[in-house]
């Protein structure tokens, strides 16, 4: 009996969306950038799962959606941070990511519970989650990583030739058969004052 508001980059995502919430008139859908606020309506909740890592200003986002909350209002909030695992896949992508660009800067993350809290928001929870991961092989795994998750960007910006000798590199350093590993999401939860 609530009104649902979702939004996302990708058309194909909220498409998605839509197949499986059809039937509910509460729900609406449109393509938007998080990180833009205005317009939206005033939010009992606001949720974002594996979104926040990818956003230019990850502080930025959490200030505008603590702010569209209505006061009691709370905030859920999913992501990988800089570090998701020690060893495995993901560190490996994340290796060769920065043995040509170098580190990523994990300042960000510092900033997080304050920008939620310099717009009235308390935070009830941060903590961080592991669950097993299970992949056919590292094919698998890096198909996924460069066609939707967050090597899309290295897909557009970098081109086929780097993208290739990118992928011999990750395949020749990982071993045949299926990938099992345990990264670690990080989970914010915040009530607006």
């Given at each position: 009996?609530?009104?649902?508001?979702?939004?996302?980059?990708?058309?194909?995502?909220?498409?998605?969306?839509?197949?499986?919430?059809h039937h509910l008139p509460s729900v609406q859908a449109r393509v938007a950038d998080a990180m833009t606020t205005e317009g939206w309506p005033s939010?009992?909740?606001?949720?974002?799962?594996?979104?926040?890592?990818?956003?230019?200003?990850?502080?930025?986002?959490?200030?505008?959606?603590?702010?569209?909350?209505?006061?009691?209002?709370?905030?859920?909030?999913?992501?990988?941070?800089?570090?998701?695992?020690?060893?495995?896949?993901?560190?490996?992508?994340?290796?060769?990511?920065?043995?040509?660009?170098?580190?990523?800067?994990?300042?960000?993350?510092?900033?997080?519970?304050?920008?939620?809290?310099?717009?009235?928001?308390?935070?009830?929870?941060?903590?961080?989650?592991?669950h097993e991961m299970h992949h056919d092989n590292a094919t698998t795994f890096l198909d996924a990583m460069l066609s939707s998750g967050p090597g899309?960007?290295?897909?557009?910006?970098?081109?086929?030739?780097?993208?290739?000798?990118?992928?011999?590199?990750?395949?020749?350093?990982?071993?045949?058969?299926?990938?099992?590993?345990?990264?670690?999401?990080?989970?914010?939860?915040?009530?607006?004052?």
């Amino acid at each position: 009996d609530r009104a649902i508001f979702g939004i996302d980059l990708s058309s194909g995502m909220l498409q998605l969306a839509y197949q499986r919430t059809h039937h509910l008139p509460s729900v609406q859908a449109r393509v938007a950038d998080a990180m833009t606020t205005e317009g939206w309506p005033s939010c009992a909740a606001v949720v974002s799962l594996f979104g926040l890592q990818q956003m230019p200003d990850p502080p930025l986002a959490l200030r505008r959606w603590t702010e569209a909350l209505v006061p009691g209002g709370l905030l859920s909030v999913v992501f990988w941070p800089t570090v998701p695992e020690e060893a495995g896949p993901f560190f490996l992508f994340r290796d060769l990511v920065a043995q040509k660009f170098g580190a990523p800067d994990a300042a960000w993350e510092g900033a997080l519970i304050g920008a939620i809290q310099q717009v009235g928001g308390q935070l009830l929870r941060d903590e961080y989650l592991s669950h097993e991961m299970h992949h056919d092989n590292a094919t698998t795994f890096l198909d996924a990583m460069l066609s939707s998750g967050p090597g899309r960007s290295l897909v557009l910006a970098q081109g086929d030739a780097w993208i290739a000798q990118f992928r011999a590199e990750f395949l020749s350093r990982i071993p045949p058969g299926p990938i099992v590993h345990r990264p670690r999401a990080r989970h914010l939860v915040a009530r607006k004052d």
